[in-house]
């Protein structure tokens, strides 16, 4: 039990920091500015809140059932074949997460970096290496995650403040937005913009690998302001600089950012190529959460001792999701919609366990 016990509390928080931070931190300006223009910020944070939601549920489940992930409580509280389906619909949700991750990081950078090389191969070397790193044990897992947290997080947030020596305040008013979107067109913008914190789901694994599993709540807090400040610090840098209507005309609005971006006295005068390099460590990080999870839950499924062996089976059947997108507006739109509808995952499942624990009196072992 000593190694099954071995995650601390700041470990879990660092894990679910590297795991948010991480694809989605490029187009993230777009999806708040057409949700919401110059009051991108404000959504930003809003949407921080509503996806804490599904932390908060999932840190109470954890601590409810200590010694259990999702797939297995779900089980006891809901039944054998009923918590099966659950079990299936959250392994099926984050292979698709993990692929369509892989297959933005291969667009970013056969534009961005290596137009030469064939999206194909950025898209597999990315799967292969997350592949590789989820034949270790959680206690690894947790290990790998702290030591890439500082590398992603300080980086990212240095070159997001030298950002904005260059902000023109008038940018950002009013900070509510003009109100040309529309509710509905808000409302979409925040469940799109939430969705982009869904690979902290992981947490339903950690949490059982903690040494004091009680102080889940207090990782996810911390996780989330940390996480959730820099996406809304990110999201405030860009708007000032470009303003709202130029940002609808980029793809992706923190790379230009970072172009725009220096350090003092010009010892770089552009940031992208480190920013790049600290965002291809934030993508990697995030596809090992999301692919550990979903061959951690696959093997808790089946009740398999070790997972590894589901590693490589995986890697062609996420390589082949990941190419189904003809292109990369097609990649976005699948993206979207898969993560819309994994709220139902991240939020509405969680939720209907918890109120099923309560009413049934269902609680795990205490540790």
């Given at each position: 039990m000593a190694e099954a016990r071995s995650i601390t509390t700041i470990q879990a928080a660092a894990i679910l920091i590297s795991t948010i931070i991480g694809v989605g931190v490029l187009p993230l300006p777009l999806f708040a500015v057409h949700a919401a223009e110059s009051g991108a910020p404000l959504i930003t944070f809003i949407s921080a809140l509503v996806a804490m939601v599904s932390l908060v549920l999932v840190s109470v489940l954890g601590m409810r059932f200590p010694s259990q992930t999702i797939s297995q409580y779900s089980e006891t509280i809901i039944g054998k074949?009923?918590?099966?389906?659950?079990?299936?619909?959250?392994?099926?949700?984050?292979?698709?997460?993990?692929?369509?991750?892989?297959?933005?990081?291969?667009?970013?950078?056969?534009?961005?970096?290596?137009?030469?090389?064939?999206?194909?191969?950025?898209?597999?070397?990315?799967?292969?290496?997350?592949?590789?790193?989820?034949?270790?044990?959680?206690?690894?897992?947790?290990?790998?995650?702290?030591?890439?947290?500082?590398?992603i997080l300080v980086p990212a947030l240095l070159i997001t403040v030298l950002a904005l020596k260059n902000a023109d305040t008038i940018n950002l008013l009013p900070i509510w937005g003009n109100g040309n979107i529309g509710i509905k067109g808000t409302v979409y913008g925040i469940l799109t913009i939430a969705s982009l914190f869904q690979s902290a789901f992981v947490l339903t694994i950690v949490i059982p690998a903690m040494r004091r599993p009680n102080r889940a709540l207090q990782a996810s807090i911390w996780s989330m302001v940390i996480s959730g400040g820099l996406y809304v610090t990110i999201v405030l840098a860009t708007v000032s600089v470009f303003g709202s209507e130029e940002i609808k005309n980029l793809l992706w609005p923190t790379l230009e950012l970072a172009k725009a971006t220096s350090l003092p006295a010009n010892v770089l005068e552009r940031l992208d190529a480190a920013f790049l390099a600290v965002w291809v460590t934030a993508v990697f990080t995030t596809l090992f959460?999301?692919?550990?999870?979903?061959?951690?839950?696959?093997?808790?499924?089946?009740?398999?001792?070790?997972?590894?062996?589901?590693?490589?089976?995986?890697?062609?059947?996420?390589?082949?999701?990941?190419m189904l997108p003809q292109n990369i507006l097609q990649m976005y739109t699948v993206s979207r919609f898969s993560g819309l509808t994994r709220h139902c995952i991240t939020i509405g499942y969680p939720a209907f366990l918890l109120i099923i624990a309560w009413v049934r009196g269902k609680r795990g072992d205490r540790t």
């Amino acid at each position: 039990m000593a190694e099954a016990r071995s995650i601390t509390t700041i470990q879990a928080a660092a894990i679910l920091i590297s795991t948010i931070i991480g694809v989605g931190v490029l187009p993230l300006p777009l999806f708040a500015v057409h949700a919401a223009e110059s009051g991108a910020p404000l959504i930003t944070f809003i949407s921080a809140l509503v996806a804490m939601v599904s932390l908060v549920l999932v840190s109470v489940l954890g601590m409810r059932f200590p010694s259990q992930t999702i797939s297995q409580y779900s089980e006891t509280i809901i039944g054998k074949w009923p918590g099966r389906v659950g079990s299936i619909m959250v392994i099926a949700s984050f292979a698709i997460l993990t692929s369509m991750a892989a297959r933005e990081f291969g667009e970013v950078v056969i534009t961005a970096v290596l137009p030469r090389t064939p999206l194909e191969v950025t898209v597999m070397v990315m799967l292969l290496l997350a592949a590789i790193a989820t034949r270790n044990n959680i206690t690894t897992f947790a290990y790998i995650h702290f030591f890439y947290f500082p590398f992603i997080l300080v980086p990212a947030l240095l070159i997001t403040v030298l950002a904005l020596k260059n902000a023109d305040t008038i940018n950002l008013l009013p900070i509510w937005g003009n109100g040309n979107i529309g509710i509905k067109g808000t409302v979409y913008g925040i469940l799109t913009i939430a969705s982009l914190f869904q690979s902290a789901f992981v947490l339903t694994i950690v949490i059982p690998a903690m040494r004091r599993p009680n102080r889940a709540l207090q990782a996810s807090i911390w996780s989330m302001v940390i996480s959730g400040g820099l996406y809304v610090t990110i999201v405030l840098a860009t708007v000032s600089v470009f303003g709202s209507e130029e940002i609808k005309n980029l793809l992706w609005p923190t790379l230009e950012l970072a172009k725009a971006t220096s350090l003092p006295a010009n010892v770089l005068e552009r940031l992208d190529a480190a920013f790049l390099a600290v965002w291809v460590t934030a993508v990697f990080t995030t596809l090992f959460s999301t692919y550990f999870l979903t061959v951690t839950e696959l093997g808790n499924l089946f009740h398999f001792k070790d997972h590894r062996m589901l590693s490589f089976f995986l890697l062609p059947i996420l390589f082949l999701m990941a190419m189904l997108p003809q292109n990369i507006l097609q990649m976005y739109t699948v993206s979207r919609f898969s993560g819309l509808t994994r709220h139902c995952i991240t939020i509405g499942y969680p939720a209907f366990l918890l109120i099923i624990a309560w009413v049934r009196g269902k609680r795990g072992d205490r540790t």
